[in-house]
């Protein structure tokens, strides 16, 4: 199986409320960076977190890593409508070519209102 | 500072046409990535590219399909002899000289093989 594997496949939850999504992959890692995705338009960046790092804040989103684990989460706090799209993680493998992405098959979050 | 560029953003193509595919990274980045994603799929690497230059092709199909980023002007993606199963959703991202590792996508080209 591949690289970067979210889970759960799909979500579906009440505005306000908290999202989590999970990410495991196999190899180390330089970095590992989580993406947002609207439906038929293309992937927005939303955080990276550095192999040395272990929890990292930006806004409402908090992305924690577990290297030992091999996994990371996203956690989305206060959820609104808006946050209605795919979330992929991609990890940028240290045994790779640096550059490289390897994605996910990515998490679908329903914000409902 | 405009984005990533890239055009058409929607492709029809009978089967056996070319497809070429177009992408400006941002100013200032000089390393181009580009991805496939089929439906319901995340995407997945093709290849990436500094000027003039292929550093990684290990995910490009061996036939059919080639890629460029010449010294002047856009990265090209080009798909000859086109079958159904290309259809999908290409993107491409950049990234600046320094290599700060974050990759900013395109909008993509959603090309329709028919």
């Known amino acids: 199986s591949q690289q970067g594997e979210e889970d759960p496949q799909a979500l579906s939850i009440q505005e306000g409320e908290n999202a989590t999504m999970n990410c495991s992959y196999k190899t180390s890692i330089n970095n590992l960076q989580w993406y947002r995705q609207n439906s038929g338009r293309g992937l927005v960046h939303l955080i990276l977190?550095?192999?040395?790092?272990r929890e990292k804040h930006s806004g409402r989103l908090r992305v924690t890593l577990d290297t030992s684990k091999k996994s990371s989460s996203l956690l989305i706090t206060a959820s609104r409508a808006a946050d209605t799209a795919s979330y992929f993680c991609a990890t940028d493998s240290a045994e790779l070519i640096r550059g490289k992405l390897v994605f996910g098959a990515g998490t679908i979050l329903r914000v409902k209102s | 500072n405009a984005g990533v560029m890239q055009n058409p953003r929607h492709l029809v193509r009978r089967r056996g046409q070319e497809a070429r595919l177009r992408c400006s990274p941002m100013?200032?980045?000089?390393?181009v990535y580009w991805y496939r994603q089929l439906p319901e799929e995340g995407l997945k690497f093709m290849v990436y590219?500094?000027?003039?230059?292929?550093?990684?092709e290990s995910g490009m199909p061996k036939e059919r399909f080639s890629a460029e980023f010449p010294k002047e002007g856009p990265s090209i993606l080009r798909i000859q002899q086109v079958v159904r199963g290309d259809s999908a959703a290409y993107f491409c991202?950049?990234?600046?000289?320094?290599?700060?590792?974050?990759?900013?996508f395109g909008p993509g080209t959603r090309l329709t093989v028919t």
């Open positions: 991202a950049s990234s600046p000289r320094s290599l700060s590792y974050e990759q900013y």
């Open positions: 590219l500094q000027k003039e230059n292929i550093i990684d």
């Open positions: 100013k200032g980045h000089s390393h």
């Open positions: 977190i550095r192999s040395n790092e």
